[in-house]
């Protein structure tokens, strides 16, 4: 098992941006998708984006036109550009690792969260 880290949170002003990144060794091999999810305080986690394997990607309606995901498969890592930020972004962000394509190993649902970046957004 590999637990992914994540990196890049911070606090921004609304209408900034920032990227995150998610690390996780054995994420290209295992030709594994990446979730990226974010928690509110006091709020359930809430699926935000998806990569995967194949390079397809899916976002939540919330983030839309303003997140991208991508991955640098050398680096066995996902980002998330986060721009045109709103205080609502404002969460704990973690990734996962999924098996989410015909080719993704059993590995790929194996590995636990993150630890998770935090985004504050100000108004």
């Known amino acids: 098992q590999v637990q992914p880290v994540e990196s890049g949170g911070g606090s921004v002003q609304a209408g900034g941006s920032l990227r995150l990144s998610c690390t996780a060794p054995?994420?290209?091999?295992?030709?594994?998708?990446m979730d990226w999810y974010r928690q509110r305080t006091g709020q359930q986690r809430e699926w935000v984006s998806s990569?995967?394997?194949?390079?397809?990607?899916i976002y939540a309606d919330s983030v839309k036109g303003r997140f991208t995901i991508s991955e640098d498969k050398d680096k066995d890592t996902v980002l998330l550009q986060m721009n045109s930020l709103k205080p609502e972004d404002t969460a704990m962000y973690s990734c996962?690792?999924?098996?989410?394509?015909?080719?993704?190993?059993?590995?790929?649902?194996?590995?636990?969260w993150g630890q998770g970046t935090q985004v504050t957004v100000s108004s």
């Open positions: 054995g994420f290209t091999s295992n030709n594994c998708g």
């Open positions: 996962k690792t999924s098996r989410m394509y015909a080719l993704s190993t059993r590995w790929c649902d194996s590995n636990p």
């Open positions: 990569i995967r394997a194949d390079g397809l990607t």
